[in-house]
């Protein structure tokens, strides 16, 4: 038997390993059985390669518990190890067994898939056991079986003994405040957490399965149920495929796979694949979008050769695409990653910008292939759209061949194809193209019933971050502005040459201003004289763009804040159309009091239509209006 001290740096490197090695005690199973993978990868790859006599098999990697004993074994039927191999890559923590492999054989091991952290990865087992026991056997026939025990201490045992089967057993001795990870449910939990797509089939207990019924057995046969090995993952997962080998079908089960408790199926797919510059595969899925950005349940899991590393794609996904799911698996990131680290690494930021022009791609060729299924699901991505072309100008330049701007009517454009249909109509006189839009078909009818009396292509933008995309639009794209329909009245939304002629002489607009001026609030209105077609409405809300803009820049996060827009009062315009036949009433009625009824009458209406009037202006209003009609 032979004894010894481990070779590390730090004489009290357990006490860290349990503090510092990894923030959650939890990723021990997940390093243990990577390195039960990595054993078996290995021996696959040699094996293959005639460089060992032992036979592969169909090897697998178990996890038992023994609770009495306190005890949690994972067991692999891969490479195995020497007494001088444990020797080197377990008492020596500054060697890492895969690295050395991957040296010996990397020109032919390039697609062996090892993972390589049978290094410092072993010692996580000391987070959560007090003893640790190696028991493994090479899968040179010749080679004793070696027995390797550590109590936490730098102080080991290392001797033969009489294991017959190639692998490595490790036996952990569960400590008092980890006892958790001698319960079935929580070992399941971690496996499914963890490990549900490894390479190598793993075991775990047994279960019970029901044989079908012969086709000829009788009615009130019983099924016969038998219990099987229980294996708890599926090592050839979709995105390990190349996408001609997968149908649609094939996509969407494994989507169910992925996310158990999603019962819409995706929009569609994105399949990533890529081994130069870096090594990236995966699959990218559109979900149906909420309006609410900020609700993400399920969110894109980042795989490393197949072992689960994270939900927190943050740095690696582009943050607008953060809000999709699916699966990035990279060996090319690494097991434990800082925010810092990503936000510096050269192949992350390569990985990043790969993705953005790979949705870009896939977005362009789903609108050229079936345009009227992309406009379709339009409602359903385009936040994600929307807020890419904010964020990433890469996506942004790419963006136009199929972003859509969808109309009151339902009829979907391209921005070219926007401005050339409306270029003619929708052309000021200072030369700009004004694109009118509404947020919300139903409160602002009236405003969109007069654009399009003007034959004026009205759009309708409802999503929580439009504002901020317009202002980009109007800062990126040549000689356009953005204008909601309920901004003006609709002649001065598209100020055209011609200038409208009012009824009134200056002296009646002197008196009206003076009468308006008594009966309408000044802290919540300004009164705007405006000569309009005479069949217009006659009283008219609008909320200069500028302003209301801003508004909802400030609610959907940042922009209006720093003008101090948040704690602004609502402003609006009152526009009075000087030719209506109404107006002109007000100035005939001689009785003061029916002069501002008829006005208080006239701007509770226009309030109405805005969705301003609310309860005692409400309940007032309701009153007079039966009062006016005995």
């Not at 008492?91 to 895969?98: D, E, H, K, P, R």
């Not at 009517?409 to 000021?428: F, H, M, P, R, V």
């Amino acid at each position: 038997m032979a004894k010894g001290n481990i070779n590390v740096s730090v004489e009290n490197i357990f006490p860290l390993i349990k503090k510092f090695l990894y923030s959650d005690h939890e990723i021990f199973l997940r390093e243990l059985i990577s390195n039960g993978t990595d054993a078996t990868l290995k021996l696959k790859h040699i094996a293959s390669i005639g460089e060992s006599k032992s036979e592969y098999g169909n090897p697998f990697i178990e996890v038992k518990i023994d609770k009495e004993g306190k005890k949690l074994h994972i067991i692999d039927q891969g490479i195995g190890m020497t007494a001088e191999e444990v020797e080197k890559y377990i008492n020596q923590v500054a060697f890492s067994g895969a690295e050395e492999f991957l040296d010996k054989y990397k020109d032919a091991a390039k697609d062996s898939g090892i993972i390589g952290h049978f290094g410092l990865g072993f010692y996580s087992a000391f987070m959560v056991a007090e003893k640790v026991e190696i028991l493994t056997k090479s899968h040179n026939a010749d080679a004793p079986a070696a027995h390797w025990v550590c109590d936490g201490s730098p102080e080991f045992t290392l001797e033969e003994c009489d294991k017959q089967d190639r692998g490595t057993e490790i036996i952990l001795h569960i400590s008092e405040d980890s006892t958790e990870f001698l319960e079935e449910a929580r070992i399941s939990t971690l496996l499914q957490k963890y490990n549900k797509f490894m390479p190598i089939p793993i075991k775990f207990g047994t279960k019970e399965e029901t044989l079908p019924l012969a086709e000829d057995a009788e009615e009130d046969a019983t099924p016969e149920k038998i219990t099987v090995d229980n294996f708890i993952n599926n090592p050839s997962p979709a995105w390990t495929k190349q996408p001609t080998e997968l149908e649609d079908k094939d996509y969407k089960s494994f989507y169910k796979e992925l996310y158990p408790s999603q019962f819409e199926e995706p929009l569609f797919h994105i399949h990533l694949n890529v081994d130069y510059p870096f090594n990236l595969t995966g699959i990218l899925y559109f979900p149906k979008m909420s309006q609410d950005m900020g609700i993400q349940k399920d969110k894109i899991q980042l795989y490393q050769n197949q072992v689960y590393v994270t939900d927190n794609v943050e740095g690696i996904v582009p943050e607008f695409l953060t809000m999709l799911r699916g699966v990035i698996d990279s060996p090319d990131i690494p097991l434990n990653v800082s925010r810092s680290y990503l936000q510096t690494d050269g192949a992350v930021k390569k990985i990043s910008s790969y993705i953005t022009r790979k949705v870009a791609d896939k977005l362009k060729s789903l609108f050229n292939e079936n345009r009227e299924d992309f406009e379709k699901k339009w409602n359903d991505i385009k936040v994600v759209i929307e807020y890419g072309m904010l964020s990433e100008d890469k996506f942004f330049d790419k963006a136009d061949a199929f972003t859509l701007y969808p109309t009151v009517d339902g009829k979907y454009y391209t921005y070219e194809e926007l401005t050339t249909k409306i270029k003619e109509n929708q052309t000021d006189k200072d030369g700009k193209l004004i694109l009118l839009y509404t947020s919300n078909t139903d409160a602002q009818h009236t405003y969109i019933e007069a654009a399009k009396e003007k034959g004026y292509e009205v759009l309708l933008l409802d999503s929580p971050i439009i504002s901020h995309l317009m202002q980009k639009l109007e800062s990126t794209k040549e000689n356009i502005s953005f204008a909601r329909v309920d901004a003006d009245s609709v002649g001065n939304l598209i100020k055209k040459d011609e200038t409208a002629i009012s009824k009134l002489s200056e002296d009646e607009s002197k008196t009206l201003e003076d009468l308006l001026k008594d009966v309408i609030p000044s802290e919540k209105f300004m009164v705007q004289l405006e000569a309009l077609d005479s069949d217009a409405i006659p009283f008219m809300i609008t909320q200069p763009e500028f302003m209301r803009r801003m508004k909802d820049m400030q609610a959907s996060g940042g922009g209006g804040g720093m003008f101090g827009m948040g704690n602004m009062p609502e402003m609006y315009n009152l526009v009075v159309n000087t030719n209506s036949s109404l107006v002109s009433d007000i100035l005939a009625t001689e009785e003061k009091e029916r002069k501002e009824q008829l006005i208080t009458q006239s701007l509770d209406l226009a309030c109405l239509s805005q969705g301003l009037l609310k309860g005692k202006e409400l309940s007032d209003f309701i009153k007079r209006s039966y009062e006016m009609i005995k």
